[in-house]
């Protein structure tokens, strides 16, 4: 028997080798992986097994056309099929518009209307209009999902509507759906609501999906439609209400224009990786009048051969910025590549901002953080901390006429494991509301500084420093 199993650890942790060395793309992940396969017997080879293969790349391919057998020994990126044209090219387009169209292979489309939505107390009353006047279909997906508070209005917004002849369908992430134990489950499904869970952990049959979460936050209604943006179906983001302890400001949109098909995409897609189920005879688009300024473009990012999508994009309009970059995060704790984007536009005389809260709802988080702040604030770059309420916003503004939102954080969990959304906006108008958004909390935010971090005590340096070793997986 212990022959056995001395063969049977020495053969898969073998095969584990490999495929680490073959597959990570990223040298640290690599090595971490083999020396967690090669010290820990039987158990190494397994974690790896679980944790450090991308298996809904596979899903996401077979419902592409792109099919790739279990434990195939390819690469750890997107698929591109593309060739590159003169007309994809769009010279006449300035350099940032180009991005997004090189990494999306989609146009921007204009006519859009966009409307900032501030908390839980502008987007509830909206969205619960919205699924109100509903007449033929109302897609929502959520990573938390309560259902109490103003999640229970929702859903008696979802039960009217279902009793009027709507089809309502919601997709809630499995992880996220434990936070508020599921409650919202049981009433959505009584509702007759259509519920897809999205990985929900299980020992039986095992979850080998835990790292990989649908972090996006949209909602669709009857095709012409649509919200986006960082605000979770959860009564913490009713940040005037006396009586919530965990009052979390955050920043919705709400767009009506050729973006809500866009948008209703994403959500056909999420709900056949859910379910298997094409959605059919969704509404289409109405005629728009055109009044709309707002030129958008959604980039569907995630584990799978959108890959990269989001990091790849950011990486180029830092490149593209000329004048400012203003970045507004819960939680950044950026890899070395965005790290260098924004060292390097501060170096090219680009005013480079970022604001992150002062304390956010993972503390681990912001002490990985502070352990690699001195790396921007020493190349000019201005960092501030912005006081309570926790602000779970996640805006950038570049040179007063572009705007991304959406589901992503910066950080690597957000761009590299998560199922993420960005909305690009291109528009005057809406960047300076944006913009001045967040330069009114810089006005009322600390700055930091060199020698504060240079200053913390040495437990607390190290402190930093051991949580900042998982910045991968924050």
Known sequence: MSWFLISLHIGVMALALVHALVYKRDHRAALGWVGVIVLFPIAGPLLYFIFGINRIRSVARHFSGHYLPFLHFGYERADRH???????????????????????????????????????????????????????????????????????????????????????????????????GKTALSGLRKAGVEVAEFMPLSLIPPSFGINLRNHRKIAIIDGDTAFFGGINIDSRHMVDDPNNRHKTKDVHFLATGPVVQSLQKVFQRDWWMVTRQELQGLPSPREEDGSGSVCCRVIDDGPDENLDALAMTLLGVFAAAQESITIMTPYFVPNRELLSALQSASLRGVKVQVVIPQRSNLRFVDWATRNMLWELILWDVEVYAQPPPFAHTKLLTIDGNYVMAGSANMDSRSLRLNFELGVEMHDKTLAELVSDHIQQTIAVSRRFTLSELDGRPIHYRLRDAFFWLFSSYL
């Open 82 to 180: 593309y060739v590159v044209n003169a007309s994809d090219i769009e010279s006449s387009l300035p350099a940032i518009m180009r991005v997004g169209k090189r990494v999306t292979h989609e146009p921007v489309s204009s006519g859009n209307c966009i409307e900032l939505l501030y908390n839980g107390e502008a987007f509830f009353p909206r969205i619960v209009r919205a699924i109100d006047n509903a007449k033929q279909s109302v897609l929502l997906s959520s990573y938390l999902f309560s259902g109490r508070g103003i999640g229970k209005d929702v859903i008696q917004a979802m039960a009217r509507a279902v009793n009027r002849g709507v089809t309502v369908r919601v997709i809630i992430d499995g992880t996220g759906a434990l936070y508020s």
